[in-house]
């Protein structure tokens, strides 16, 4: 190849930018997706004290959440991190499992 006919790598639009860059805020989707979760454990992570939401969360149970993007990646690449999580999200299970098995007891009769 000469010097002279050297191919120009097309700059990126706007959008492509936009794809390649992860928001400041993440919603709980996103986290759960980052994090290896899935959405309906980012509700045990919380109660558990390990990802706690941006912002005055706690006046309203049922506002929108949000996670900083540079501690949700702090915490994907934290071994300690992932393995409490992943029991937190695990006894969540159980209990629910337990409490699913405790209302379906078959009746005598």
């Not at 002279?4 to 097309?10: D, E, H, Q, V």
């Not at 928001?23 to 994090?35: D, F, G």
């Not at 509700?43 to 969360?57: C, E, N």
């Not at 990646?73 to 337990?98: I, V």
Request: with cysteine; proline share 6%.
């Amino acid at each position: 190849m000469h010097p002279g006919n050297a191919t120009l790598i097309s700059p990126f639009s706007c959008k492509e930018l936009r794809s390649m860059i992860l928001p400041a805020r993440l919603n709980v989707e996103q986290t759960a997706a980052l994090l290896g979760f899935q959405s309906h454990d980012i509700p045990s992570l919380m109660s558990a004290g390990l990802l706690t939401p941006l912002g005055r969360t706690k006046k309203g149970k049922n506002t929108i959440k949000y996670f900083s993007m540079v501690e949700v990646l702090e915490r994907r690449s934290d071994p300690k991190w992932l393995s409490r999580a992943t029991d937190a999200a695990y006894e969540r299970f159980l209990r629910r499992r337990q409490t699913d098995d405790a209302q379906t007891v078959p009746s005598v009769g």
